[in-house]
């Protein structure tokens, strides 16, 4: 299987220069960049079931931080974001869990994808990431699993809609609400306690949709799953240095173990 046969190529030809310009220039200038229909839709239901199959070995996993992705500063003042706690519930399944045979696998280590992310990201370099755990990711959300407020650490995530959850489930995004210069932090406060709904908006992860985000600018989260649909999302990694890997620290937290050591039952 060719795994570029499972994306529309009739939309999104990868190899037109002018495609991911047009990213580049959406993601540069918004934070963001969706590519509605990215994958056939006559392929999602396999993928689906490929999903299913890989749910029941996900990893459930509970955190709490501030929306830095840190430890409260209770030197801060009462209601500064940096001393709010927020909570997360996601299941994840591991690179090393997608059998050799998986469509999801095939379509993340296909190179020509991996340089139009890289195109689309107007990168120089762009490596699959190292590690052998959050190279590829499924995220599972299932019924009262949700993503807090949160910042990331990273410059862009590269996701892939699967299937949506019946309700809940929205990637809501406070687009851009900090820069390098302005923390903004009476706004993000504002987010927080849902005060500022007009610095909010849904993006649309319809399933089949291809997202790049630069969260490190943009506060997001997911929101609460209700309903017996899961929702699935791929998490495709890369760094711009080949070999990249992440600690043993985010390892235990995300995955519950270190390489060779046995998936948690
Ligand atoms: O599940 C998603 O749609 C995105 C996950 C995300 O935002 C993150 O891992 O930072």
């Known amino acids: 299987m060719n795994p570029g046969s499972l994306i529309d190529t009739d939309r999104y030809d990868l190899a037109d220069p002018s495609l991911a310009e047009s990213c580049r220039r959406q993601f540069e200038d918004e934070g963001v960049c969706i590519l509605p229909g990215f994958l056939r839709a006559d392929v999602l239901p396999s993928l689906v079931d490929e999903c299913r199959a890989l749910e029941p070995q996900a990893f459930h996993s509970r955190s709490s931080s501030t929306p830095y992705l840190t430890q409260p500063d209770e030197s801060l003042p009462l209601g500064h974001p940096g001393r709010r706690l927020v909570h997360s519930s ?4 591991a690179y090393d869990q997608f059998p050799s045979v998986s469509l999801l696998r095939a379509l993340y280590e296909w190179d020509p994808l991996t340089d139009f992310v890289r195109r689309c990201l107007g990168l120089d370099r762009l490596h699959r990431y190292g590690d052998p755990f959050g190279a590829l ?4 959300m299932r019924e009262g699993d949700e993503l807090c407020w949160h910042f990331d650490m990273a410059d862009f995530v590269v996701s892939l809609a699967i299937q949506s959850s019946l309700v809940g489930g929205e990637f809501e995004n406070a687009k851009q609400v900090r820069t390098a210069n302005e923390p903004n932090f009476a706004a993000v406060a504002a987010v927080l306690d849902d005060a500022a709904p007009e610095l909010v908006r849904t993006e649309p992860m319809t399933p089949g949709t291809l997202m790049l985000f630069n969260g490190r600018w943009s506060m997001h989260r997911v929101t609460t799953i209700h309903g017996p ?3 699935y999302v791929a ?3 890369y760094d711009t240095e080949p070999g990249t890997d992440s600690s043993p620290e985010l390892k235990l937290s995300r995955y519950g173990r270190l390489p060779g050591e046995r998936v948690p039952s």
């Open 90 to 93: 996601v299941e994840v399944v």
């Open 137 to 140: 990711n499924l995220s599972v």
């Open 235 to 237: 998490l495709l990694a």
């Open 229 to 231: 649909e899961s929702r």
